[in-house]
Every structure is written in structure tokens, then in C-alpha cells.
């Protein structure tokens, strides 16, 4: 298997823009979160799914952000309209269980709003 | 809100000696996973510890659970400069979502 898949690698955009995120998880896997990652705040939750339904979406910082699972393949984060301080590295991970396995993470989306 | 603090945040240490990073926080978790980060990649799982008092060692690396189970350590026998990294503790507490620790920054010179 090839992985977690993420795309765009890196991301520069323009505020006000709409940006879309997208994560192909590991086939078979149950779970899927979506992480950001900053220098002030670490690696935060966002959203994660089971079967692709959202679970829990209480990390998701304003409506600006919206995350969806249209099937056990794909998953994509959006984010509309984008601000400068949205920048940072967006993971995606899966796992099989969740809980006490092992979550595998993507190589991460660097997305700059400038 | 379950927060993780880990210390310390930066290490900068020789090749071929020891240290600890901690990973305390003050509410209980059902399991805590320690992971390395590295520059340009998503974090790996280098191990899960489940039982309070739980000691794991993966090579040079001695994992520790606390009795109470709201803290952790990791331990490094004679450091490598293949070890340097973001060290990322993450607990969980029955949901199937782990949090992510501040993290540790660690730095091995050769």
C-alpha cells in the first residue's frame, strides 16, 4: 500500500480564497482525521470520521472550515474564505480502529494564505 | 479541555548520551502513544502503552507509563544523530481520538 496520500503538497494562496485539501487514506481503514500543525499550537484535531461519517468535529476552528467523506477512499478539507493565520501543514491519518492503533499520517499539506 | 505538556520543549545534546523527554498531563488516558516527527513528513508511532506502570523498551528506547496513567517518559540510551526529531506524546481517554502533546524538539550532534 502506498499510504496515506495527500494533495496538494504545498498550497499558496490569496486571502479571501477557497482552498481544498484532499486525502486518499489507506485502504481498509476505518478512521480518518484530519490534523493542523503550527509552531504556537503543535499538532491539533480537526475532525475525525468512522465509515465516513464525522464524529466529532469540535476541533474545527470556525464555518470557515468544512470537512466531508463523500466515500472510503476520499476525504477533502475546505476552507472558505481563507485567512492568513489558516496557514500551517494539514495532516490527514487513518486508522484501522482508531483508539489504541496505529494512526497513520499522510506527508501533510503546507498551505500558505498570504 | 485535555491538554499534554511535554518537556522539555528543545534538546540539543552529543552523540552517545542520555536523556528523557516527559509527557505530563493532569487528566487520565485510557492509552498514550509516543511518535517522532520528522522535517518534511507526517509523525510515526513508535509505540502504545495501555496499562499504568507499563514499561516498554524498543532497542535504545525505554517507553514509561505512569502508575496513575496522566504521564509518560521516554528515554534515550546513547543518543545517535539518526535519533533527532519532534518527539509527539498523544493520549487518548475512550473516544477514539488522540491528543497530541506540545512536543519536544530534539537535536543530536555528531
Known amino acids: 500500500d502506498a499510504g496515506v496520500i495527500q494533495s496538494p503538497r504545498h498550497e499558496v494562496t490569496e486571502m479571501g480564497q477557497e482552498v481544498t485539501l484532499r486525502c486518499k487514506p489507506i485502504?481498509?481503514?476505518?478512521?480518518l482525521f484530519w490534523y493542523r500543525q503550527t509552531m504556537m499550537r503543535g499538532l491539533e484535531l480537526l475532525i475525525y470520521?468512522?465509515?465516513?461519517?464525522?464524529?466529532?468535529d469540535s476541533g474545527m476552528p470556525e464555518d470557515r472550515f468544512s470537512a466531508k467523506m463523500p466515500n472510503a477512499s476520499f476525504s477533502t478539507l475546505k476552507i472558505q474564505p481563507s485567512e492568513p493565520r489558516d496557514s500551517a501543514v494539514y495532516f490527514c491519518?487513518?486508522?484501522?480502529?482508531?483508539?489504541?492503533?496505529?494512526?497513520?499520517f499522510g506527508q501533510g499539506t503546507r498551505l500558505t494564505v498570504v | 479541555t485535555q491538554l499534554l505538556e511535554q518537556s522539555p520543549q528543545f534538546l540539543s545534546i552529543q552523540e552517545g548520551e542520555n536523556l528523557t523527554v516527559y509527557c505530563n498531563s493532569s487528566?487520565?488516558?485510557?492509552?498514550l502513544q509516543w511518535y517522532r516527527q520528522e522535517p518534511g513528513e507526517g509523525p510515526v508511532l513508535l509505540v502504545t502503552?495501555?496499562?499504568?506502570?507499563e514499561v516498554k523498551k524498543l532497542k535504545r528506547l525505554t517507553f514509561q507509563f505512569g502508575d496513575a496513567r496522566k504521564d509518560s517518559s521516554l528515554h534515550i540510551t546513547a543518543a545517535q544523530t539518526g535519533d533527532t526529531g519532534l518527539y509527539l506524546c498523544?493520549?487518548?481517554?475512550?473516544?477514539?481520538?488522540?491528543?497530541f502533546g506540545t512536543g519536544t524538539r530534539l537535536k543530536v550532534l555528531a
Open positions: 470520521f468512522n465509515n465516513n461519517v464525522p464524529i466529532d
Open positions: 502503552v495501555v496499562t499504568g506502570g
Open positions: 485502504s481498509g481503514h476505518d478512521y
Open positions: 487528566s487520565v488516558f485510557s492509552s
Open positions: 491519518a487513518s486508522s484501522q480502529q482508531g483508539g489504541y492503533t496505529e494512526a497513520f
Open positions: 498523544a493520549g487518548a481517554s475512550g473516544t477514539y481520538k488522540y491528543i
